[in-house]
């Protein structure tokens, strides 16, 4: 395989990496590179097969794809960086790329599609892999707590300057391509409401509220009464101002506790985007309070980033952006609705949306990076916009799937008949 | 809960009963029933909770729910049965109802659902029922044939009777309730071509095939070019012959063989009411029949009875109806996509859809009663009244499901963005 492969010798550090002198810290090594580390990256990028884009090394040594077409150019601008990448993988990657010590030229997402369209490592290199990986933070109650607060509580505004006006966190239902963000998420929440058949006086257990903007659409407009729950507390202060502010705070309320505490009777019970903060292990206890709470013939609906195959989320996105997290497969999801008899009505694998979702996303924190570089720092600018073109990658990629599960208790009868209802 | 249940003292055999006489065979026990005897049923119905129907022994001795309303009532007619229903459950009711020894006035429908309705036994009522079960037989490609030969090759003419004109032998799609079967079938066929977007010219694989329905309208309407598997001779048989006849056999080829043996390329694979034949040990080998013969953006789907929880198939109708049958569970069926990576695109349940279905079955069934009798015997006849009541039960009670399931594979990025065009 190594034939695919063609080598160029070392060159002078070239002049789009050369910039990066500008920065804080030592960000290009100057020594050239060595014989030995020249030989593992070609290893690596052997095993990976013959992918489509070119790295280019500190001294200018540089692999090109076989076809001479490179789509993007991986820089590796120190020693460092390419140790950090041969040691640790997508986590070495994630960290050197922070720092700036790894720059892309070209399309990130389109080289981060690449980078994840090549076969699983075998052998030695899976191994390797393998040991890498290590079990998420646990989510027990103050576990969830801490890691909830790692990635929700760094401030609103941050968030504002590239979610939509009502700052959904998750994925968007674009019915049509060409839809605007704002209005692909309020499909989305539509879409959800009407699975739900959601009736006037409906009431609904919400587990995990972002920034409470379902709960607020399901009361406004639907007529439903909403309880929901959230740990973050920068969320629940938000949304809970924003409630009282806009005078519905009579059929919405924010409850700053873990899921695991819910109590009453519901109707409906709905969860957008906290399965994937909940942890496998927990699954069970999840089943357990939608058991508790759920009427005779309620319904319930789940949406979740998952996985065709059980796999850790990405090393560096666990460690650095979502403490935790851990994507399932629909068979992990079977603990929830098995213990209990529920039965799946309608699954929708909602792929795709999520990946237009990430590019509407990435492209407004472009517009706004260097209010994010104000805001926080250089680093942490990096870090963001690498985690959210990776996952716009890891969802073009396959690597990521997006579940809306719906599902009822077993002698629930009233079911409708077609779907079509939620296409009219 | 003894209190729940009101009895009735011994009385003289019922009018109702008494005709049974006429029938071969000692179908009436003479002998007053005995202490030991209704104190043991007075235990069984005890531990099902309080159901709503009455039961009666041979001697007139009866129970009656607690309400004095009861839906149904089962009429024991020999001491025989009463063993027999102690003794094997469910398998000695099928038996003791085959032979005509029980029956129940009322509605035959009605009165299963309320016995499905009761809560799972408990403790030693529980190991005697897990004791009662047994493997179901299996499906190696010459087990298969064997117990595919039991079902489906007892005569075209017996289906003809009480299926479409289609002669379509699995769960109709009944999008407006007030369908006709007939209109129901077609819309089956269409909403399952709608989900694999079935174009013209598009190649298809067939696992297991009936009497080929789906493939003649994959055809006819929808250009496709169809090749069929199938190990029942008579229905390859019928579906040939028709084809011929009908002038489409140069676009649908029915194969005498085992879906194990499937070669070739294929834009679609679909598989219709085949999985519970299958059984769980195979998912694996079905996902590699699958992996080996779909195209890289290729679309499948597999339709199937399921369950909310592993259950094996009701002891009686696997023994006399579906020998080696198992309808599996949602985290059952993930054994044929996830060694793959198959993305799961959209899971449809249609179990009220089954519960029509068979409705129409009975129904029919019911008006060519006597010429099954003729065609056959009274054992047959009740056995498959039972067997099709039973089925609709389940469907109502919730003990089955029925799973539609769209998959394709990971990288498969031709997808469209709504399901919307199911339902135009």
């Given at each position: 395989?190594?034939?695919?492969?063609?080598?160029?010798s070392?060159?002078?550090v070239?002049?789009q990496?050369?910039?990066?002198?500008?920065s804080d810290?030592?960000?290009?090594?100057?020594?050239?590179?060595?014989?030995?580390?020249?030989?593992?990256?070609r290893?690596?990028?052997?095993?990976?097969g013959?992918?489509?884009?070119?790295v280019v090394?500190w001294d200018g040594?540089?692999?090109?794809?076989?076809?001479?077409?490179?789509?993007?150019?991986?820089?590796?601008?120190?020693?460092?960086?390419l140790?950090?990448?041969?040691?640790?993988?997508?986590?070495g990657?994630?960290?050197?790329?922070?720092?700036?010590?790894?720059?892309v030229?070209?399309d990130?997402?389109?080289?981060?599609v690449a980078?994840?369209?090549?076969?699983q490592?075998?052998?030695?290199?899976?191994?390797?892999?393998?040991?890498?990986q290590?079990k998420?933070?646990?989510?027990?109650?103050t576990?969830s707590r801490?890691?909830?607060h790692?990635?929700?509580?760094?401030g609103?505004?941050?968030?504002r300057l590239?979610l939509?006006a009502?700052?959904?966190?998750?994925?968007a239902?674009?019915?049509?391509?060409?839809?605007?963000?704002e209005?692909?998420?309020q499909?989305?929440m539509?879409?959800i409401c009407?699975?739900?058949?959601?009736q006037?006086?409906?009431?609904v257990?919400?587990?995990?509220?972002g920034w409470g903007?379902?709960?607020?659409h399901?009361?406004?407009?639907?007529?439903a009464s909403?309880?929901s729950?959230?740990v973050s507390k920068?969320?629940?202060?938000?949304?809970?101002?924003?409630?009282?502010?806009?005078?519905?705070?009579?059929?919405?309320?924010?409850?700053l506790?873990?899921?695991?505490?819910m109590?009453?009777?519901y109707?409906?019970?709905?969860s957008?985007?906290?399965?994937e903060h909940?942890?496998?292990?927990?699954?069970?206890?999840?089943g357990n309070?939608?058991?508790r709470?759920l009427t005779?013939?309620?319904?319930a609906l789940?949406h979740?980033i998952?996985r065709?195959r059980?796999?850790?989320?990405n090393?560096?996105?666990?460690?650095r952006?979502?403490?935790g997290?851990y994507?399932p497969?629909?068979?992990?999801m079977?603990d929830i609705f098995?213990?209990?008899?529920?039965?799946?009505?309608?699954?929708e694998?909602?792929?795709?949306?999520?990946?237009?979702?990430?590019?509407e996303?990435?492209t407004?924190?472009?517009?706004?990076?260097e209010?994010?570089?104000?805001?926080f720092?250089?680093?942490?600018?990096r870090?963001?916009r690498l985690?959210?073109?990776?996952?716009?990658a890891?969802?073009?990629a396959?690597?990521?799937q997006?579940?809306?599960?719906?599902?009822?208790?077993?002698?629930?009868?009233?079911l409708?008949?077609?779907?079509?209802?939620?296409y009219?």
């Open positions: 395989m190594g034939d695919d492969w063609v080598m160029a070392p060159k002078p070239s002049e990496s050369k910039t990066l002198k500008d810290g030592p960000l290009v090594s100057s020594a050239p590179s060595r014989a030995l580390e020249r030989f593992l990256l290893r690596v990028l052997e095993a990976m013959p992918p489509s884009f070119s090394l040594f540089a692999i090109h794809p076989p076809s001479g077409e490179a789509i993007a150019t991986a820089h590796i601008h120190t020693r460092n960086a140790i950090q990448l041969l040691r640790q993988g997508d986590t990657f994630g960290e050197a790329f922070s720092r700036g010590e790894i720059t030229d070209g990130l997402v389109d080289f981060l980078a994840f369209s090549v076969p490592p075998e052998g030695v290199a899976k191994l390797v892999k393998q040991m890498q290590r998420p933070r646990a989510n027990t109650q576990g801490q890691n909830i790692h990635h929700y509580d760094i609103n505004d941050f968030y590239w939509d009502e700052m959904q966190y998750t994925c239902y674009f019915p049509e391509a060409d839809m605007t963000l209005a692909a998420q499909a989305k539509d879409h009407r699975k739900l058949q959601l006037p006086g409906d009431r257990a919400e587990a995990g509220c903007g379902l709960a607020r399901m009361a406004l407009y639907y007529g909403v309880l729950w959230n920068e969320q629940v202060r938000y949304a809970s101002d924003r409630a009282k502010a806009e005078g519905y705070d009579d059929r919405v309320t924010y409850v506790d873990d899921y695991r505490n109590s009453g009777e109707d409906v019970f709905v957008v985007g906290m399965l909940v942890g496998a292990d927990n699954y069970p206890e999840l309070v939608v058991d709470c005779a013939n309620g319904r789940v979740s998952g065709n059980p796999r850790l989320m090393a560096w996105i666990e460690k952006i979502f403490p997290a994507p497969t629909l068979r992990e079977m098995e213990p209990h008899h529920f039965s799946v009505l309608d699954v694998n909602l792929r795709l949306h999520y990946a237009l979702t990430l590019d996303w990435l407004r924190f472009d517009e706004h990076y209010t994010v570089v104000t805001q720092d250089e680093e942490f600018a870090a963001w985690y959210l073109a990776g996952s716009q890891a969802f073009l396959g690597g990521l997006l579940f809306q599960v719906l599902f009822t208790r077993e002698r629930n009868n009233e409708p008949f077609s779907r079509g209802h939620l009219v």
